[in-house]
């Protein structure tokens, strides 16, 4: 049986805004299995990238975590001291970037930035790090490995930036690692590459994955299971099957009509009307209520509660939970 590799209990991770703290993320929990990519989705805002920095202890300094326990191969990290966190950050778990600039060195060498994490965190000689990093780029796909381990970021083309990035993150062996948008500032050719690869690592590693996308093309690519956010809080959660085939939350329905079908004559896209709430704005209630064509009052006054309508898979909704009392 897959074990867990990553649990996430009753986060909630707030930001300070002139004294006072504003929730970005209300009460979130999920798991994530060895060998299982979870794609969360969601608008820009909906508080993807804050579930990572979380995770990873990398918030702001204007973010506190108000709540909540994060555990990371049954080793609680929630509250542990950024140098404990160092230790887990590049062991246990990797984390993947939009941009690989931020978090390659633009000063040194791609066989230096290699290699450093291996010594440092692998105890490996240099020698050992040096084949190891080579491998590595073999791995992903990246041809005369050799002679790109002398050269600098600069050097290399963004889908090559990106492959190094994964090299160095998956050379670490993490049980979990965190995407974050790691194929939006690339091509769709190789996009397309980045994501087998990505996959393919995952598969023979058993990586546990928590991608973050805004994409659904990508999302029904790649993932097992799919985590829907809404205003930092999980609306719907369920298989990719589920979330495809049989979603309920009428905003999950208003993400995936919203995505064009360009294979149609006259194919339109249908945005969801209003506008994405502010941290700062108080709603009472469902968060989604301004701009859900169901809402009734009781939706103006009470949360929804997730409730799970068949196994694993998860909605927060007074609509669903009425249609579907017994
Ligand atoms: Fe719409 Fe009400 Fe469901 Fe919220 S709880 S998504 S407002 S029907």
Redesign the pocket.
């Known amino acids: 049986m897959a074990e867990k590799v990553l649990s996430v209990k009753n986060l909630i991770t707030a930001f300070r805004i002139d004294k006072k703290e504003y929730p970005v993320l209300r009460d979130i929990s999920f798991d994530i299995y060895e060998n299982e990519t979870v794609c969360m989705v969601g608008e820009s805002g909906c508080g993807k990238s804050v579930t990572t920095l979380s995770i990873m202890g990398l918030l702001p300094e204007n973010a506190v975590v108000q709540q909540g326990e994060i555990e990371l191969c049954g080793e609680i990290i929630s509250g542990k001291s950024q140098k404990e966190l160092n230790k887990v950050r590049g062991s246990k778990m990797g984390m993947i970037f939009q941009e690989p600039m931020t978090s390659l060195n633009p000063l040194l060498t791609i066989g230096h930035q290699l290699t450093e994490g291996l010594i440092r965190h692998k105890g490996m000689s240099k020698k050992e790090a040096y084949a190891t990093a080579v491998q590595y780029l073999e791995l992903v796909g990246i041809a005369n490995a050799e002679s790109r381990m002398k050269q600098y970021p600069f050097q290399l083309s963004g889908g090559l930036r990106q492959r190094v990035m994964i090299a160095m993150v998956m050379s670490m062996q993490p049980k979990l690692l965190i995407a974050d948008e790691p194929t939006t500032a690339l091509d769709v050719t190789i996009q397309k590459q980045v994501l087998i690869l990505l996959n393919k690592l995952k598969k023979t590693m058993n990586t546990g994955v928590l991608f973050i996308t805004h994409d659904l093309g990508v999302v029904a690519e790649i993932a097992d299971r799919v985590i829907v956010l809404y205003s930092g809080t999980k609306v719907e959660e369920g298989s990719a099957k589920q979330i495809f085939e049989n979603n309920m939350?009428?905003?999950t329905q208003g993400l995936l009509a919203a995505v064009p079908n360009v294979d149609k004559d006259d194919f339109e896209i249908k945005a969801i009307p209003g506008t994405f709430p502010a941290i700062t704005e108080t709603i009472v209630g469902?968060r989604?209520?301004p701009r859900?064509p169901?809402?009734?009052d009781r939706?103006r006054s009470e949360i929804?509660q997730a409730i799970e309508y068949e196994k694993g898979h998860f909605v927060a909704?007074?609509?669903?939970e009425e249609e579907n009392k017994c």
Request: net charge positive.
């Open positions: 939350h009428p905003y469902c989604f209520h859900c169901y809402a009734t939706c929804p909704c007074h609509k669903v």
